[in-house]
């Protein structure tokens, strides 16, 4: 893995249980005050050709990252305990 953060985001993530293709990180969940990458960030598919929003998002445990290569990361997890409501935008 390369030395920044930011060149996780250029990376698409499939998950190996299933070969799916979740897409492309978006976001790292950070601990501090060590600064310990704890997940990545997946947004979740867009619903009816983007018009909807997206359904949501995947959260990915560091632990459940298998490989990380030049412009892919593997993963191992089931998307139903992966997935984090996205929050809404109007009440």
Not at 38 to 48: D, E, I, K, Q, Y
Request: glycine share 10%; with cysteine.
């Amino acid at each position: 893995m390369g030395n920044r953060i930011s060149s996780l985001r250029c990376k698409e993530v499939v998950n190996v249980c299933d070969g799916a293709r979740l897409g492309y990180v978006s976001d790292v969940e950070i601990e501090l005050p060590g600064g310990r990458v704890t997940a990545l960030l997946v947004p979740g598919p867009c619903r009816f050709f983007g018009l909807f929003g997206r359904d949501s998002d995947y959260l990915i445990p560091w632990g459940c990252i298998r490989r990380i290569g030049e412009d892919i990361i593997l993963v191992d997890v089931p998307l139903e305990s992966a997935k984090t409501p996205r929050p809404r935008r109007w009440s």
